[in-house]
C-alpha cells in the first residue's frame, strides 16, 4: 500500500458505543476508511467470507474480549482464511498470556485501549507495513508470556505451523520452497519466520536450525 491510498478498515467489536466512537474517530483520519463493521467474531467472519462490494478490507481492529467467538479466536481463523489481513487487537486488559495468545494467532499488534489517538494511529499505520507496534508495557507482557512458557516447557510458545516451518528451515529450505511446501504464500513464511526469531530468541535462520536439532526435533 503506497502513502496515497486509502486504507480500508473493518471494525469488530460487542460494544455499539465503542464502534461508534473507533469510526467516528477513524473518520477524521484521510488515509482511513471503515468500510464494515461487526458485533463478534462470528460476524466478522462471516461478513469477510461473503465478501465486501469492494473486496477485503486493508485491517482489522478488534476487541480482544467478547463473548463466544474472542478476539484471538477469530483473529487465528481470519488469519486462516486470509494471510495477508493485517489485524490490530484493541483490549482494556493486559494478560501475559493473552498477549502471547495474540502474537501467536496472527494479530500485528496488541493495543491497550487507553492508548492515545496518536499512538493508535501509529500502531494502525504500522500493521499496515507489517510492523508490530507495541507499547513498553505490553512488550514486557509478551517477554514474560514467552519465558513462562518456556520454563513450563510448552515449546517457547511455538504454533504447530510455526514448528513446521522452523523443521523445513532446518532442513535448509528456503522461503519459496516453504511456501510451496505448506501451501502458504511467501509473505506469511516470512511472517513466521520473524516470529521464530523473536520466540527463539535467535538471530538468523542458521540459528534456528541449529536450534530445532538441539531440541531433537530434527530427524537424523
Not at 488515509?31 to 467472519?45: D, I, Q, T
Not at 461473503?50 to 474472542?70: E, H, I, K, Q, Y
Not at 493485517?86 to 495468545?101: C, M, P, Q
Request: charged fraction near 25%.
Amino acid at each position: 500500500m503506497t502513502e496515497t491510498q486509502i486504507c480500508r478498515i473493518m471494525i469488530v467489536d460487542d460494544h455499539d458505543m465503542v464502534r461508534m466512537g473507533l469510526k467516528t474517530y477513524l473518520m477524521l483520519e484521510p488515509k482511513f476508511k471503515v468500510v464494515a463493521e461487526a458485533g463478534s467474531g462470528e460476524e466478522a467472519l462471516r461478513l469477510l467470507e461473503t465478501g465486501l462490494p469492494d473486496g477485503p478490507p486493508d485491517l482489522v481492529l478488534m476487541d480482544l474480549m467478547m463473548p463466544g467467538m474472542d478476539g484471538v479466536e477469530t483473529t487465528r481463523r481470519v488469519i486462516e482464511a486470509f494471510p495477508a489481513m493485517r489485524i490490530v487487537l484493541l483490549t482494556s486488559f493486559l494478560e501475559d498470556e493473552k498477549v502471547v495468545a495474540a502474537v501467536e494467532a496472527g494479530a500485528v499488534s496488541y493495543v491497550l485501549k487507553t492508548v492515545s489517538s496518536e499512538e493508535l494511529v501509529y500502531a494502525l499505520n504500522g500493521a499496515l507495513r507489517g510492523m508490530p507496534v507495541m507499547t513498553s508495557d505490553v512488550s514486557q507482557a509478551l517477554t514474560r508470556g514467552l519465558r513462562q512458557r518456556s520454563a513450563q516447557g510448552v515449546d517457547e510458545g511455538l504454533t504447530e505451523r510455526e514448528k513446521e516451518v522452523l523443521l523445513l528451515i532446518a532442513e535448509g529450505r528456503a522461503n519459496k520452497e516453504i511456501a510451496e511446501e505448506l501451501h502458504i504464500s511467501i509473505k506469511t513464511v516470512k511472517t513466521h519466520v520473524s516470529n521464530l526469531l523473536m520466540k527463539c530468541e535467535m538471530e538468523d535462520r542458521t540459528q534456528l536450525a541449529v536450534y530445532a536439532h538441539r531440541k531433537g526435533w530434527v530427524k537424523a
